[in-house]
């Protein structure tokens, strides 16, 4: 996780005073994280109820401002407009409905779990500047959403 988490954040920008969802958040460490490094508003999102729970029970005991839902990713709605949205995938099958969230101009970082690359999806789903971070765990895809 430390070096996922490493590459995570050198793809991100400064997350002071944004807004930033996390699709496929599991048990909260990435949201607790995202936090911690100045985002404003975070909400992490999983599909998996135990998980989601550990994350809340988490947030009980330790409050920082993180909210979490429960959605699957093939239903998964748009949660309003956030400058950064973190996906952990491992296909690109949901890609444009993750990126619903995303505002016009804001950042999409794919986490990808099982070694896909969702460079093609990015581009049919109209992002640019496509950058690669990898690290052993998997590769990270950083993309700007232009419409």
């Given at each position: 996780?430390?070096?996922q988490a490493a590459a995570l954040l050198e793809a991100?920008?400064?997350l002071a005073g944004r807004a930033v969802?996390?699709?496929g958040c599991g048990d909260g460490r990435y949201p607790r994280l995202l936090r911690s490094e100045g985002a404003r508003r975070v909400?992490?999102?999983d599909a998996n109820?135990?998980?989601i729970a550990v994350a809340q029970r988490e947030e009980e005991r330790d409050p920082i401002g993180i909210?979490?839902?429960l959605h699957r990713l093939a239903r998964l709605p748009v949660m309003g407009a956030f400058d950064v949205v973190v996906a952990l995938l491992d296909s690109p099958?949901?890609?444009g409905r993750v990126a619903a969230s995303l505002v016009t101009g804001g950042l999409l970082v794919v986490v990808a779990t099982n070694g896909f690359s969702p460079e093609e999806a990015l581009r049919d789903n109209d992002f640019q500047d496509i950058v690669l971070h990898r690290h052993e765990s998997g590769d990270?895809?950083?993309a700007r959403k232009t419409s």
């Amino acid at each position: 996780m430390a070096d996922q988490a490493a590459a995570l954040l050198e793809a991100l920008p400064d997350l002071a005073g944004r807004a930033v969802l996390v699709v496929g958040c599991g048990d909260g460490r990435y949201p607790r994280l995202l936090r911690s490094e100045g985002a404003r508003r975070v909400v992490g999102v999983d599909a998996n109820q135990a998980l989601i729970a550990v994350a809340q029970r988490e947030e009980e005991r330790d409050p920082i401002g993180i909210s979490y839902e429960l959605h699957r990713l093939a239903r998964l709605p748009v949660m309003g407009a956030f400058d950064v949205v973190v996906a952990l995938l491992d296909s690109p099958e949901h890609l444009g409905r993750v990126a619903a969230s995303l505002v016009t101009g804001g950042l999409l970082v794919v986490v990808a779990t099982n070694g896909f690359s969702p460079e093609e999806a990015l581009r049919d789903n109209d992002f640019q500047d496509i950058v690669l971070h990898r690290h052993e765990s998997g590769d990270v895809h950083s993309a700007r959403k232009t419409s």
